[in-house]
């Protein structure tokens, strides 16, 4: 049985004092802490790297940290993300494979002592996923084109969304991209049990609010 987990994502935080907000987000009740991880190849925008999951990790033992990589070869990350303290790996199916593929790199993320996921880009169709889908803790789900906050949710991937909750009833499904009290009855309608929000969480005047009305549409929707 899949429960309710809000993920703030810290890209849309005061950066100058990450940690501050970092914890002001777990105060608020949120389950996990969404690190988006960009190289500048894979997407266009460079963001967050080892080094911050591990200050990160440094301020704060105990807090679950959600890794999402946009990076064109997530292979090499695994290491120096398993070091920094990254509790979970989200790569990219559509990004580039080491020698043995997906399923090889799926290994490597649980060797190093991390749970695996696989994310989906809104070209992406939800079958990517079948081949690997036994050994994953999570898929992802993109509501926007990756590398940017801010964008417009996409209503159109519900359906991908509702295909992945029908095929995996015991998967966490995440969704990211766009997500805010305006449309995430949408996307837990539709199956979603994890909910990514970076602008909607960090441009309110009531952050804990925002988390509150999330995780209450997740709740409603696994009752």
């Known amino acids: 049985m899949v429960k309710s987990l809000v993920s703030p994502s810290l890209l849309s935080c005061d950066l100058a004092n990450i940690a501050n907000d970092a914890q002001m987000m777990i105060s608020y009740g949120a389950d996990w802490l969404h690190m988006d991880i960009m190289d500048g190849h894979f ?123 029908e095929k995996y009833p015991d998967m966490d499904v995440q969704v990211d991209g766009g997500l805010s009290p305006k449309t995430v009855d949408k996307a837990t309608a539709a199956g979603a049990n994890v909910i990514v929000a970076a602008s909607a969480i960090f441009g309110s005047d009531d952050r804990q609010g925002v988390i509150n009305t999330l995780r209450a549409s997740i709740d409603k929707s696994l009752a």
């Not at 509790?87 to 649980?110: C, Q, R, V, W």
Request: hydrophobic share 45%; proline share 8%.
């Open 43 to 165: 997407v266009p925008n460079l963001s967050f790297g080892p080094p911050v999951i591990a200050s990160l990790r440094k301020n704060n033992k105990d807090a679950f940290l959600d890794c999402h990589l946009m990076v064109s070869e997530p292979a090499k990350w695994v290491g120096p993300m398993a070091k920094a303290g990254c509790n979970l790996f989200t790569f990219h199916i559509e990004s580039d494979m080491p020698e043995g593929g997906a399923s090889a790199l799926i290994t490597s993320i649980k060797d190093a002592g991390m749970k695996a996921a696989i994310a989906l880009k809104p070209d992406t169709p939800a079958s990517a996923i079948d081949e690997y889908a036994d050994r994953l803790d999570m898929i992802l789900v993109m509501t926007v084109v990756p590398g940017f906050s801010g964008q417009s949710f996409m209503e159109d991937m519900m359906p991908k969304v509702k295909a992945i909750r």
